[in-house]
């Protein structure tokens, strides 16, 4: 069988353990698997891009995956797959909404390639309601996250967030 490469582009604002989930059962299926720090211009990222790809190489390194590169991208994420000659694109939906968003943004990536299929893995239950969103307020009041996130990453994030 040919090698089968997958990208999974996440903005995580910090990456949590539901986004790592998402990597974590993906990689299990495919050759080469891409996480990619990408940047969404409508958000405002509260970690810079070097400390967002860190933060993924340590969910990698948890799990002790090597067909998995974290990798950093500012554009379309259809350009970048094809320059790694990737046959899809890995979402994870949560909830409705998250479908909603997706199938808006795959449509715009076929308009781009129509070659590049889009896939989705269902987030675990027990992941459903936990969003970078949640994480980044609780850690600004003072709450433990580290349910949430690797336990080696809640001072990075709770010091970035405080220090803004």
Request: hydrophobic share 40%.
């Amino acid at each position: 069988m040919s090698e089968i490469i997958v990208v999974y582009p996440t903005s995580a604002n910090p990456p949590t353990w539901g986004h790592a989930d998402v990597m974590y059962r993906a990689a299990k299926k495919f050759s080469t698997l891409y996480w990619v720090a990408a940047v969404n211009p409508s958000k405002i990222l509260e970690f810079t891009v070097e400390q967002r790809v860190r933060m993924m190489r340590a969910y990698v390194d948890y799990y002790k995956l090597s067909n998995v590169i974290v990798d950093f991208h500012q554009g379309t994420i259809v350009r970048y797959a094809l320059n790694k000659n990737a046959h899809f694109l890995l979402r994870g939906l949560r909830n409705t909404s998250d479908f909603q968003a997706e199938l808006e943004l795959s449509a715009g990536n076929r308009g781009i390639d129509k070659e590049i299929e889009t896939i989705c893995l269902f987030a675990k239950p027990h992941f459903a309601t936990i969003s970078s969103k949640l994480i980044r307020e609780l850690a600004t009041l003072g709450e433990r996250i580290d349910q949430y996130v690797l336990p080696q990453l809640v001072d990075e994030i709770k010091n970035t967030l405080n220090h803004r």
